[in-house]
């Protein structure tokens, strides 16, 4: 099955704490994405990539960072400076180039605080 | 920041009518998507317009762009309870790096059955 797979489905964060949240795609995409969700709200962009080894910030990069070491990986790090962390986690890819636009989305992952 | 919003915010439709949202942006585009939610699951992509096209149809949908207003609308012919979900648009805006899309706050259908 060809998809885009995210890792778990809930996750529990303390405070002062790093959690790693997992995505993966067998897609052959090269570009990836991580977007986060607030109830009843539309999706905002935290980071992107469109090549390994490189990432961009996007809107709300501020308290996350991510990874690209191999194509079909893109972690993203909540970090302790992320004070709202409460969320649900989404992770798209897509392919790079002209009419190639649609993003192909994981099924989420809602991260709470305790 | 939100490109697009959507309007209404929420609608609740009995089974067999039609259902129509409305999406606003704000700089010009190359694209306009629709997309699916279901509660707590990922986005599914519905269907795309290019800004060069006025009117698309996939199945029961039919999406139209007038780019000169800045809008488009989603309409869902004979609803279904199984389309009770979020709906968003996403634009993709012109000169855009990385293909990447700005989404507006989302429609939340109900169709009561």
């Known amino acids: 099955d060809g998809g885009i797979t995210q890792s778990p489905k809930y996750l529990f964060r303390k405070e002062g704490q790093n959690v790693t949240l997992s995505c993966e795609q067998n897609?052959?995409?090269?570009?990836m994405y991580w977007y986060r969700q607030d109830p009843g709200q539309g999706l905002r962009l935290i980071y992107y990539s469109q090549i390994v080894n490189d990432f961009q910030k996007g809107d709300i990069a501020e308290g996350y960072s991510v990874s690209r070491e191999k194509k079909e990986s893109f972690p993203l790090t909540v970090t302790s400076a992320q004070k709202n962390p409460t969320a649900f986690y989404l992770c798209a890819s897509s392919i790079v180039g002209a009419n190639q636009e649609t993003q192909y989305f994981g099924p989420g992952t809602r991260l709470l605080v305790l | 920041s939100q490109q697009g919003e959507e309007d209404p915010q929420a609608l609740s439709i009995q089974e067999g009518e039609n259902a129509t949202m409305n999406c606003s942006y704000k700089?010009?585009?190359?694209?306009l998507q629709w997309y699916r939610q279901n509660s707590g699951r990922g986005l599914v992509h519905l269907i795309l317009?290019?800004?060069?096209?006025r009117e698309k149809h996939s199945g029961r949908l039919r999406v139209t762009l007038d780019t000169s207003k800045k809008s488009s609308s989603l309409l869902i012919t004979a609803s279904r309870a199984a389309d009770t979900a979020s709906y968003f648009c996403?634009?993709?805006?012109?000169?855009?790096?990385?293909?990447?899309?700005?989404f507006g706050g989302g429609t939340r259908l109900m169709v009561k059955p």
């Open positions: 996403a634009t993709e805006p012109v000169n855009n790096a990385g293909n990447m899309l700005t």
């Open positions: 700089t010009s585009i190359n694209n």
């Open positions: 897609l052959n995409h090269d570009a």
């Open positions: 317009i290019r800004s060069n096209e």
